[in-house]
């Protein structure tokens, strides 16, 4: 017998996604409740060749429920996740209100899956914010092989990243800008339509964004808390995809061979990188794809050892979406958790 799933937030882009990717990768469930506020019940949702209705979450049952994937935000989480939790489900969340708690484990499998068994605790492991998700990703084979000292990101963000709101702003300035309408930006502080905005999440007080906080934060609970890192996150005209343009100082000396090869043989991540123009991928190219891509690999030579990448992957995948299931996955291939119909 499989396993009663229950996705909170199923309308929004990554709700949906979680059930798209759940029923791609077959997930072994017997039952699948698409769960979101009581403005949305009766809404139906895809999951795989089935539509779902949208029950109310403030009258769900959770008592049958093994598994629950929340992508909700961070209020509904902070309210939701301990009921649902105390229920006996184990909550997969994907916002940003339990990372940085030292009971609840930050996981992203090809990096940190033994951590999983920590959510004993609480009943609750988090997914990290997707611009760190990808680079965790790339940087783990690399920090095994040369031991990472430092890292200098400048992210370029879609706006999927927002949520399903910001995708309607792009689109509709975009539209508005050939039909010579007004634009009154709504979603983000400025127009998001042919420019770029230096500002993702509000401003801390040293000048930092909390998202570029987040980076930091993250990359140190997941990878390795002697990691120093700095960000600076932009948001892009993009619907979907992530890039990253990152400066790596290592320990330990390694060329960009040796690189390329160390992340070849690594899960989840793809090597594109070929010196030519197109010999690298842009985030359009990543769209519905599970893989971590890295381009662009070459030496910094302001370090002593010190190398530049590019990395692209699908935010609503990887980012959010994918790594949630990953991590379900993780607990039922470890066998950390069993079906309650089944244990009965």
């Known amino acids: 017998m499989g396993y009663s799933v229950a996705v909170v937030g199923a309308t929004g882009n990554v709700g949906r996604e979680m059930l798209g990717i759940l029923a791609e990768r077959s997930f072994p469930a017997d039952e699948m409740a698409a769960l979101a506020s009581r403005k949305s019940q009766g809404v139906e949702v895809s999951y ?43 909550v997969i969340d994907n916002s940003s209100c339990w990372r940085y708690d030292s009971d609840i484990p930050l996981i992203v499998p090809e990096v940190n899956a033994d951590a999983v068994v920590g959510f004993r605790k609480r009943g609750v492991i988090a997914n990290p914010n997707c611009s760190t998700a990808q680079l965790v990703v790339a940087l783990k084979p690399l920090h095994e092989r040369a031991k990472i000292k430092r890292v200098v990101v400048a992210t370029y963000q879609s706006v999927s990243g927002a949520g399903k709101e910001a995708m309607d702003e792009l689109f509709s300035q975009t539209k508005a800008v050939f039909q010579i309408d007004e634009i009154a930006p709504k979603k983000f502080p400025k127009r998001i339509a042919f420019n770029l905005i230096p500002q993702i999440d509000a401003f801390m007080e040293d000048g930092a964004t909390r998202e570029e906080w987040k980076m930091a934060a993250e990359t140190k609970k997941i990878l390795d808390p002697k990691i120093k890192l700095v960000a600076t996150c932009v ?68 370090v002593e050892h010190g190398l530049l990448l590019w990395i692209v992957a699908d935010n609503l995948r990887k980012g959010a979406a994918l790594n949630a299931i990953q991590i379900a996955e993780c607990l039922i291939n470890r066998k950390l958790i069993t079906a309650k119909r089944k244990a009965a």
């Open 235 to 302: 948001r892009v005209p993009v619907f979907i995809g992530h890039s990253e343009a990152v400066a790596v100082e290592f320990e330990k000396a390694i060329t960009v061979d040796e690189a390329r090869d160390v992340l070849r043989r690594a899960p989840s991540c793809v090597v594109i990188d070929k010196h030519e123009p197109g010999g690298y991928v842009t985030p359009y190219e990543s769209v519905g794809e599970d893989a971590t891509y890295i381009s662009r690999i070459r030496e910094d030579a302001t």
């Open 48 to 90: 795989g060749e089935r539509t779902l209705k949208v029950k109310a979450l403030e009258h769900y049952d959770f008592s049958d429920v093994d598994i629950c994937l929340m992508s909700a935000g961070s209020a509904v989480s902070k309210e939701w996740a301990p009921k649902i939790a105390a229920a006996g489900a184990v």
